[in-house]
């Protein structure tokens, strides 16, 4: 009966179905793999000073070179990695690494530059979390000032007592806390002065067309004034055009990140970009 009504329909939807169980589970194999197999690689996107336009951090990106199937982007494999457990050792590697490359850039001479790790909720919540970070920082050498974090609002807000908690260790450390994708979470405003955190990064939603529309150019100048008076710094992600650009420091926007300076790059490219002026 279902073949007569139509059986390719039925068919098609079994077979990607199965197709689909065997996928992740080929993936989430290879993934386990990954790290030991050097599969992973970071790559680095400039913070660009809204005022001087020199390179003043990088945020840290993970990508996974899957020897088969080429580059891979962290949507494709971060979700999966966060289902299966995964993510706790492949975020320890990031971190560990990208803390170990920002020492690397300083000790050859570089400007110093701030890196920021994104940080997902299963990492964030480990036992001995600030343990884990301060074991991190005293291996690689890279002091803690030259360090921030990337959590989302969803992240702090599932547990407000023990992120303050978290917070208030990683900033007597010495860390900067920024809040990822801000105004697209849950956007309780009430927990801004609560949590000790130091930045806010603006979704790129708000700057795509901020140039274009009114309302995501209130939000922008709303985000940015709060954030200000909060002694915050304000970070906007995916600047793309120049229009943009000027709309955000004519806000006085702190930090510039997107396609318009650079894409995120390997630790080789991204270093000759510390001495250029935007
Ligand atoms: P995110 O932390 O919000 O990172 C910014 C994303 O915006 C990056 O995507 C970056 O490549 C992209 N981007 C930057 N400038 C522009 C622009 O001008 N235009 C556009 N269209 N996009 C821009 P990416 O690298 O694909 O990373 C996506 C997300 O994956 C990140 O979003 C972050 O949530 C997650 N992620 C990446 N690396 C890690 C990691 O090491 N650990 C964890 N837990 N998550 C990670
Ligand atoms: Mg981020
Ligand atoms: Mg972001
Ligand atoms: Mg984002």
């Known amino acids: 009966r279902a073949k007569e009504q139509g059986g390719d329909a039925y068919q098609f939807y079994t077979k990607s179905m199965n197709e689909r169980v065997l996928e992740r589970?080929?993936?989430?194999?290879?993934?386990?793999?990954?790290?030991?197999?050097?599969?992973?690689?970071?790559?680095?996107?400039?913070?660009?000073?809204?005022?001087?336009?020199r390179t003043v951090g990088v945020e840290a990106l993970v990508r996974w070179l899957?020897?088969?199937?080429?580059?891979?982007?962290?949507?494709?494999?971060?979700?999966?990695?966060?289902?299966?457990?995964?993510?706790?050792?492949?975020?320890?590697?990031?971190?560990?690494?990208?803390?170990?490359?920002?020492?690397?850039?300083q000790d050859a001479g570089y400007p110093p530059v701030v890196m920021a790790v994104n940080l997902s909720g299963r990492q964030f919540r480990q036992p001995d979390f600030t343990g884990r970070i301060s074991k991190v920082l005293a291996a690689t050498g890279l002091a803690p000032e030259y360090l921030e974090l990337e959590i989302t609002e969803s992240i702090a807000l599932e547990d407000v007592e023990y992120t303050i908690a978290i917070l208030k260790e990683l900033g007597a450390m010495?860390?900067?806390?920024?809040?990822?994708?801000?105004?697209?979470?849950?956007?309780?405003?009430?927990?801004?002065?609560?949590?000790?955190?130091?930045?806010?990064?603006?979704?790129?939603?708000?700057?795509?067309d901020a140039a274009k529309s009114q309302q995501d150019a209130a939000i922008i100048s709303a985000i940015i004034l709060l954030a200000h008076n909060l002694n915050l710094k304000v970070v906007a992600e995916g600047v793309e055009t120049p229009e943009q650009r000027l709309l955000l420091r004519e806000r006085h926007c702190n930090m510039m990140q997107g396609f318009l300076f650079s894409r995120p790059l390997p630790a080789e490219q991204v270093a000759s970009l510390f001495d250029f002026c935007w």
Request: aromatic share 8%; glycine share 8%; hydrophobic share 40%.
């Open 25 to 53: 589970m080929l993936l989430e194999n290879s993934l386990r793999q990954a790290i030991d197999n050097n599969e992973l690689v970071i790559h680095y996107q400039p913070l660009i000073d809204g005022t001087t336009g």
């Open 66 to 105: 899957h020897p088969e199937r080429g580059l891979i982007q962290p949507m494709e494999f971060i979700p999966l990695a966060e289902e299966t457990g995964l993510i706790v050792p492949i975020g320890e590697w990031v971190l560990r690494t990208a803390c170990a490359q920002n020492k690397a850039w």
């Open 174 to 208: 010495g860390i900067g806390i920024a809040i990822d994708d801000f105004g697209t979470g849950y956007s309780s405003l009430s927990y801004l002065k609560r949590f000790p955190i130091t930045t806010l990064k603006i979704d790129r939603i708000f700057v795509q």
